[in-house]
């Protein structure tokens, strides 16, 4: 399923704080604005597809763009696609047959 979902970055101390306010408890960080918005990808993936094997509700997104916040933070929309995400981290053992050799 595909989502896009708004994210407050804050710079603070060489860091960049990230918040999705619309997933409660989702909030990551990253030493670089590219890594903190991989960090939120990461996030906000891990949040749904949790709430989807729990069928839990998803929240919707919110506009968060007119809000007041943090000086110097700013908003920033995040897409994921959570059946992309598990292709990318499923793993699941995988028993596999290989032949003894003899040396």
């Given at each position: 399923?595909?989502?896009?979902?708004?994210?407050?970055?804050?710079?603070?101390?060489?860091?960049?704080?990230?918040?999705?306010?619309?997933?409660?408890?989702?909030?990551t960080?990253?030493?670089?604005l590219?890594?903190?918005?991989?960090?939120?990808?990461?996030a906000i993936?891990?949040?749904?597809?949790?709430?989807?094997?729990?069928d839990?509700p998803?929240p919707?997104?919110?506009n968060?763009?007119?809000?007041a916040?943090?000086?110097?933070?700013?908003?920033?929309?995040?897409?994921?696609d959570?059946?992309?995400?598990?292709?990318?981290?499923d793993?699941?053992?995988i028993?596999k047959?290989?032949?003894?050799?003899?040396?």
């Amino acid at each position: 399923m595909k989502y896009v979902y708004p994210a407050i970055f804050t710079p603070e101390d060489n860091n960049y704080n990230v918040i999705v306010p619309d997933l409660p408890g989702c909030f990551t960080f990253g030493t670089s604005l590219v890594e903190a918005i991989e960090m939120a990808w990461d996030a906000i993936s891990m949040w749904l597809v949790d709430a989807e094997d729990k069928d839990e509700p998803i929240p919707a997104p919110g506009n968060h763009q007119d809000k007041a916040f943090e000086p110097n933070s700013f908003v920033n929309f995040i897409d994921v696609d959570t059946a992309e995400y598990r292709r990318e981290n499923d793993n699941r053992a995988i028993k596999k047959h290989l032949p003894f050799l003899n040396g």
